[in-house]
């Protein structure tokens, strides 16, 4: 049996590592953290983005990868990520950028995906509205944006704001009317209301 592996790391920049001579190499797959030893049996898993520490009879090393995919035959492993790093190679300032950015975007995310529950609770919801009306049907005052944005909160525990409510004007007639709501940008909200007195 082998006593020391080749470990290889690849890129699209190209090969970042290719050494001889590792005793161990400890990665973290997407089902956990790996220990790799010569002689491992043959195995193909994915990597979560994590450090890499690998080791050998003199040194340890430290580097850091995005997310990739290792193939291990022996005594010797292959690693293909979208990027590579040793630990004095990274630039801790651009890290911060792209942890800032990335939890931005996961932020987005979330408010989109929220703003699109919200629009599938709207659709299954006949808000009904009491008012006072004349024998013409006309309501005295009318329905406002306001209105309606305070009982879908107190009926239905829905928060929208009332600006984002696409009503021209209050509506002044008994019956249903369709109101949209922008709850965000390519999420729109649609509600029936019915005005009864």
Do not use: W
């Amino acid at each position: 049996m082998a006593k020391t592996m080749k470990l290889t790391i690849i890129t699209p920049n190209g090969t970042i590592l290719d050494r001889e001579g590792v005793t161990y190499l400890e990665v973290k797959g997407t089902e956990g953290m790996l220990g790799i030893m010569p002689g491992h049996s043959p195995f193909v898993t994915t990597l979560a983005p994590s450090p890499i520490m690998f080791k050998t009879e003199m040194h340890k090393y430290d580097m850091a990868m995005s997310e990739g995919i290792i193939y291990v035959d022996f005594s010797k492993v292959t690693i293909l990520a979208d990027a590579a790093f040793f630990k004095n190679q990274i630039d801790f300032k651009l890290v911060k950028e792209l942890l800032a950015n990335a939890k931005e975007r996961l932020a987005v995310a979330k408010e989109k995906e929220e703003a699109k529950k919200i629009a599938e609770k709207l659709a299954g919801i006949q808000l009904k509205v009491l008012v006072k009306a004349g024998e013409n049907g006309k309501i005295f005052g009318g329905v406002s944006a306001r209105e309606i944005a305070d009982l879908l909160k107190e009926n239905y525990k829905i928060e929208v704001d009332k600006k984002k409510i696409e009503l021209k004007d209050a509506i002044k007639l008994l019956g249903t009317t369709n109101v949209q709501i922008k709850l965000y940008e390519g999420v729109i909200g649609k509600l029936k209301i019915d005005v009864i007195s």
